[in-house]
């Protein structure tokens, strides 16, 4: 079992930065697949970025360059830059992790059906 707990979402304008963290219990996260997704209301949740367990990480075409994922392994926690914050980031973001194969891409890590450990969720809102 992977008990995930999210922090750091708030409240932005437009152009701000804000960073959210994940820790996680019950597992190693370098041992596991680990990802953030969002959901904005009326839309369904999608694939923001992603880390394998080499290391490897992936972004949304919507977030490349403005976000940055990071794990702390000493800290078991995972981090999400959010840099250039627009009004269309405004959503719930969750942590997610699975116990996925070494070698796992953005075609499976970006799926939120893939994962079966999943965070409360964090608010993160934009004004233009």
């Known amino acids: 079992q992977v008990q995930l707990v999210e922090s750091g979402g708030g409240s932005v304008q437009a152009g701000g930065s804000l960073r959210l963290s994940c820790a996680a219990s019950g597992y190693t996260i370098s041992m596991i697949c680990m990802g953030w997704f969002r959901q904005a209301p009326g839309k369904e949740r999608e694939g923001v970025a992603a880390i394998n367990r080499e290391g490897v990480i992936y972004y949304s075409d919507s977030v490349k360059d403005r976000f940055t994922i990071s794990q702390d392994t000493a800290k078991n926690t995972m981090y999400l830059q959010m840099n250039t914050l627009k009004p269309e980031d405004t959503a719930m973001y969750y942590c997610?992790?699975?116990?996925?194969?070494?070698?796992?891409?953005?075609?499976?890590?970006?799926?939120?059906?893939?994962?079966?450990?999943w965070g409360q969720g964090t608010q993160v809102s934009v004004s233009s």
């Open positions: 997610a992790a699975y116990v996925c194969l070494y070698g796992s891409k953005w075609d499976r890590l970006g799926l939120n059906r893939n994962y079966n450990y």
